[in-house]
């Protein structure tokens, strides 16, 4: 039985990164990962499915009882993998799918080497902005504080296997779902010919 392959999406808020993960998990059969995260629950999130909601003594009380496979302080909040589940899916064949932020990244991609790193940028910083307060979500304070962590996560970049630009949300989705075909394809060519007799 192949091993599911281990997908890794990042990007900052205003990418799009949570529409393309959506859209992708319609058509495909993957896990996604549920983080655990210390900041508050917002309007239409439900606890268990968007995030599990937790304290910051419970986090790190996880964090020392070794049940992240990885976790940041993102603003002043924790964000975090929980082990459990991954490398169970993994070994059973299933593809499971990370929407985290880059430091995250880093540590998933040192214990597994074989992840596929996926990073969705915006068109342009002006674009960005502009999402972010056609949102409405946040104030002006916390826009410019957007603005300047997400400067720090394009800078992460290059570390990722594929660079997408989300300008068209159909069609970037479609670029998704192809790379997504082609690993796929690729990573069975090499496992058939490892598999080869000769
Ligand atoms: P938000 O508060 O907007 O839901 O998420 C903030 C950032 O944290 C996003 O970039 C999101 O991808 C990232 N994030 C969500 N879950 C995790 C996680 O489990 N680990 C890490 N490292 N980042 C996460």
Redesign the pocket.
């Known amino acids: 039985m192949m091993r599911g392959t281990l997908y890794i999406m990042?990007?900052?808020?205003g990418t799009g990164?949570g529409t393309i993960c959506t859209e992708l998990l319609k058509t495909r059969n993957m896990y996604l990962?549920v983080?655990?995260?210390t900041?508050e629950m917002r309007d239409g999130e439900t606890d268990g499915v968007t995030?599990n909601y937790t304290t910051d003594e419970h986090f790190e009380d996880m964090i020392k009882n070794g049940e992240m496979l990885?976790?940041?302080k993102?603003g002043s909040?924790y964000?975090?993998?929980p082990r459990k589940h991954i490398e169970e899916h993994l070994s059973k064949g299933t593809d499971v799918m990370?929407?985290?932020?880059p430091?995250?990244?880093m540590q998933v991609k040192k214990i597994y080497p074989d992840a596929v790193l996926m990073f969705i940028l915006p068109p342009s910083m002006r674009e960005l902005r502009r999402r972010l307060v056609e949102r409405g979500r946040e104030t002006d304070e916390q826009i410019k504080a957007r603005l300047k962590n997400a400067r720090w996560e394009f800078s992460q970049a290059p570390y990722y296997n594929k660079i997408f630009v989300n300008d068209n949300l159909g069609m970037c989705v479609r670029e998704v779902k192809m790379f997504l075909d082609e690993t796929a394809q690729s990573r069975r060519f090499v496992e058939d010919l490892l598999n080869e007799k000769y």
């Open positions: 990042s990007g900052p808020s990164k990962s983080s655990s995260t900041r995030y990885e976790y940041a993102y909040h964000y975090g993998t990370l929407e985290i932020e430091q995250g990244a």
